[in-house]
């Protein structure tokens, strides 16, 4: 192989010998796709059983003004039965789901496909009893249990749709969400082991539903035992209404159309949006990609370590390995408790065979040292993924040296909240990685780069400009709940027939892509999608803050960390109690995840004559590059920029 370029990692033979798809098969099947996609996913939508058989693949506009996404639009299914049912006659004793609790004492449960199927039905009947019915909405913020699991197939099996909220987030994030989708019924836990603390979560919810307006009530898991607060009506505990219900619960016909979930995501203006995703477009999608991507075979232990509150969470923890008959870990945990071992224990005590993990968790436990993954054996790792962010090389050397023994692929597999499945990601069997990169698209993904002020789509091989998509696929969002107007101006304007993922991207001469950022006013903090808006939003809501500005800078854990310009109303002093109160004030409006990591006084903002913000400017002095502050004559007074770069937090 003296001829490869460098950093270019070819399948090994035996991975091409064994798996779904080697080079001349993703050749003929991509090819295949993109030619015919009516044919194309017509059979493949076979892989999922259907009630009512489709008749139509395909019914999709991307046109202005009439921007429609149809698949299999005639057809009917369910998708718990897909998830559970259909595997009952061959594999009721094969486990769904192991479950590895916070505590490595705790002992880890592994629930079969009869016990799956026993344990959705009893949530299903519950939420029946609390008159939950087709097309109601029912929110979730649980911890890393089974029961997250179970409440999601529940909901998917009577027709209710789903709408996570991560437990991480708080009780004002958690009723903007309930109120948002106006939903019958909140389950919960009554408390959420994590890293060795436990966090009240029925708290949480209480204090969310004093202003949620409507009448909603609240299920409740029992995990920990705590002493909770209990409301005076409308709360039940899921353990007693399921000894007054049935262990069966016939699954509800869906269209193919019908929305499965809900999940709020950033985005660069506004507060937070909800994606809808469809029934059977989206289940196809998901239990494809999972087979294809991490190469799962019959009796693999898969284990992807997102949270259900995400939606790598809900299309490859849940979804796409349960509809594909897998055997699927769900972690409680975090990966540096008790110690910095904690991932690689897992993968040994399960003989994980495909670990999927944000470079974000690889870089925290890379800085710890290489003694806590010599201690165990990970020689059924056939397979490494990642998730969430471009990876550094050096996370990818030792995600390869450390972790892979160099001898097994790494998938870098690219997608959003909005695709439900990967995009861009290399078939580990089929195509050669180059560490950095997303490599090359999925079946039926025509991915194009435009050029980003004329919106003219670049040609040539080598390119670099903002990432579109130029048709539909099977899992793409819907619509923005409730908003379809919104959803059309945020994916569909700015880039006419094209889906807008937000994304900057560079073609190589292979025809490699690689994803160079965010082109808008969202970053990426470890991993999760934050508006720098809606921390914005939070800031300004404190009293003392007259007003605020957000960005993203280099971080070397996160990747992106939160950097917060912040001005005072007038009177009012700096100082570190008001820093460390505004801190507190941000967590509590949307959770830890969107504390500012640095947060300087500013007398002013940059501003051009108009009023706007210069963001361009208050990223560059947040990077440390001033160097490259570019024009400033625009600015209504010059003098603001020296004072920020004279006072910049933690200079270098
Ligand atoms: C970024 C997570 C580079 C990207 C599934 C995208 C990535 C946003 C990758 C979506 C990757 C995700 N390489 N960047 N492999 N995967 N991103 O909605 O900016 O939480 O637009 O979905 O994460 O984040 P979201």
């Known amino acids: 192989m003296t001829d490869q370029p460098a950093g270019l990692y070819p399948p090994s033979a035996a991975m091409a010998a064994g798996a779904h798809a ?6 003929e099947m991509y090819a295949a796709s993109i030619n015919d996609p009516e044919a194309f996913w017509g059979e493949h939508g ?12 395909k019914n999709t506009s991307f046109a202005p003004g009439n921007v429609d996404i149809k698949w299999y639009e005639d057809g009917t299914l369910n998708i718990s039965a897909n998830c559970i049912d259909r595997h009952l006659e061959t ?7 192991i479950w590895e609790p916070d505590s490595p004492d705790e002992e880890a449960q592994h629930i079969t496909y009869a016990q799956l199927h026993e344990k959705t039905c009893l949530m299903a009947n519950s939420l ?3 008159g939950v019915k087709k097309g109601d909405r029912v929110v979730l913020y649980l911890p890393m249990i089974p029961e997250a699991a179970y409440a999601m197939l529940a909901c998917a099996r009577i027709g209710a749709i789903h709408s996570i909220v991560f437990a991480g987030f708080s009780a004002d994030a958690l009723a903007a969400r309930i109120s948002g989708s106006n939903a019958k019924v909140v389950i919960t836990a009554d408390g959420a082991p994590r890293g060795g603390r436990v966090t009240n979560l029925k708290d949480s919810v209480n204090q969310a539903l004093i202003n949620v307006m409507h009448d909603c009530k609240c299920l409740c898991v029992k995990r920990t035992g705590q002493q909770i607060a209990w409301r005076s009506d409308g709360d039940y505990w899921l353990h007693e209404i399921e000894e007054t219900v049935s262990a069966d619960c016939p699954p509800e016909e869906m269209n193919a159309e019908d929305p499965l979930f809900i999940l709020y995501t950033s985005g660069s203006t506004g507060m937070p949006k909800g994606v809808v995703h469809s029934t059977g477009g989206y289940i196809v999608y998901a239990s494809m990609t999972h087979q294809y991507v991490f190469d799962y075979h019959d009796g693999d232990v898969f284990w992807c370590t997102a949270d259900v509150g995400w939606v790598t969470g809900h299309s490859y923890i849940v979804y796409g390995p349960l509809a594909n008959g897998a055997t699927t870990l769900m972690f409680e945990g975090v990966p540096t408790y008790p110690d910095a071992g904690r991932f690689w ?56 040296t ?28 089929a195509v050669a990685t180059k560490p950095g990169s997303a490599t090359v698209p999925f079946f039926g993904i025509q991915p194009v780069i435009l050029e980003p002020t004329t919106g003219e789509e670049i040609h040539e091989t080598v390119a670099e400009g903002v990432l579109c998509i130029k048709d539909s696929w099977p899992a793409q969002m819907r619509t923005v709940w409730g908003d379809h107007e919104r959803f059309e ?8 027939n094209y889906y807008f993922t937000g994304d900057g991207c560079r073609r190589d001469a292979d025809g490699y892509y690689w994803i160079t950022g965010r082109v808008d006013d969202v970053i990426n903090v470890s991993g999760h999608r934050m508006g720098t808006a809606e921390v914005e939003s939070a800031l300004v809501a404190h009293a003392k803050v007259a007003e605020a500005a957000v960005v993203g800078y280099p971080h070397d854990i996160k990747g992106q960390g939160i950097y917060a310009y912040v ?31 640095l947060l300087q006084w500013a007398p002013g903002l940059p501003k051009t004559r108009s009023g706007k913000i210069m963001r361009r400017i208050l990223r560059k002095i947040a990077e440390d590059d001033f160097g490259a502050l570019g024009d400033t004559s625009t600015l209504a007074d010059p003098s603001v920029v020296e004072d920020l770069i004279e006072n910049r937090m933690n200079k270098q």
């Open 567 to 597: 001005t005072l109303m007038s009177g009012e002093e700096p100082s570190d109690e008001l820093r460390k109160e505004l801190e507190t004030w941000v967590r509590s409006e949307i959770g830890p995840i969107a504390k500012p990591d």
């Open 345 to 400: 224990q897992v993968c040994e005590k399960h003989k994980v065979n495909q670990f999927y993990t944000a470079p974000t968790a690889i870089r925290a436990l890379m800085g710890q040292g290489d003694s806590f993954v010599e201690k165990y054996d990970l020689s059924d790792l056939k397979l490494l993924g990642t998730v969430g962010e471009p990876i550094n090389p050096e996370a990818w050397n030792w995600y390869n």
């Open 489 to 496: 101006k945020t994916y569909f304007s700015d880039y006419k």
């Open 22 to 27: 080697d080079k001349a098969k993703y050749d």
């Open 402 to 429: 450390t972790i892979g023994k160099g001898k097994i692929p790494i998938v870098d597999t690219w997608w959003q909240t909005e695709t439900g499945g990967h995009l861009l990601t290399p078939l580990p069997g």
């Open 128 to 130: 029946k009893e609390l």
């Open 91 to 97: 594999r009721a004793d094969q486990t769904a789901i």
């Open 46 to 57: 076979k892989r999922i059983d259907w009630i009512k058989p489709y008749t139509k693949v």
